[in-house]
């Protein structure tokens, strides 16, 4: 994953169009329903501190782990750009979604933008739901979304392009994805060109981000294994049950 090095750069701008508030309050609106007492929670990949920022603005204290300093730097710096109330309610620290342990419980631990698709492999994903329940308090739920295996098979991965500028860079994205069925995963190769607007420097940057689609008999089995339970499942950003037409969805388990 050390792909995320580079990718801090040219994330936010990418992604510029991504629904974060939406997405945030969707999010707050499921802890609420399954834990209506919550006020703390920890996100285990929080990027930039996007979703961290919303979840704050809606009352929650939250911190956020990212294993990228670029990321971390990103999101400090979105955090300090925040009034000083919203501000106070977050923190950020340096760890991995597999091995980081804070020394303490929160009512939710969150994990979005599929970074439990990261987990490529069935260590990985075991150790990334250990790290949830050591940092659940007891009856606290974990939330997370992830690629979902029947919609990826039925739809199938197709090869994208993307541009978008500012200011300051100009950024075109080709994505070339190559499905291996055997193992469960999906090799997005991007080829990413980065252009600076005031030099005319280009940077060409080779990513491959492997996903992992997961379905929820192995969700269960791999949350029962960590001592959590599948309590809830949706397609990503509504209220039906996962199905061929979810290439995202949401699983909630409880502590």
């Known amino acids: 994953m050390t792909v995320f090095a580079g990718y801090s750069r040219y994330y936010d701008l ?14 707050a609106g499921l802890i609420r329903l399954h834990s209506p007492q919550a006020t703390s929670v920890l996100e285990i990949g929080c990027g930039t501190g996007a979703h961290a920022a919303v979840m704050s603005e809606l009352g929650f204290n939250i911190v956020g782990v990212d294993m990228s300093e670029g990321m971390l730097e990103a999101a400090e710096a979105r955090r300090t750009s925040l009034n000083e109330d919203v501000a106070s309610r977050i923190t950020f620290e340096h760890g991995d979604a597999r091995t980081v342990r804070l020394g303490r419980k929160f009512d939710a631990v969150i994990s979005l933008f599929h970074v439990m698709s990261y987990q490529t492999s069935n260590e990985d994903l075991a150790a990334a739901f250990a790290t949830a329940r050591e940092h659940v308090k007891p009856n606290g739920i974990f939330l997370f979304d992830c690629w979902y295996g029947p919609s990826v098979l039925r739809q199938w991965p197709a090869v994208t392009e993307k541009h978008l500028e500012d200011d300051a860079i100009e950024v075109n994205r080709r994505a070339e994805p190559v499905i291996h069925a055997n193992e469960n995963v999906v090799d997005v190769n991007y080829t990413v060109h980065v252009t600076d607007k005031v030099t005319g420097s280009v ?53």
């Open 14 to 27: 990418l992604y510029r169009d991504k629904d974060y508030v939406s997405e945030a309050k969707y999010v």
């Open 203 to 255: 940077d060409t940057l080779h990513e491959t981000h492997r996903m992992r689609y997961l379905f929820t008999p192995e969700i269960g089995v791999a949350l029962e294994t960590a001592g959590m339970r599948l309590v809830d499942s949706r397609g990503w950003m509504t209220d039906d049950a996962p199905g061929f037409s979810t290439w995202g969805a949401c699983f909630i388990a409880r502590g």
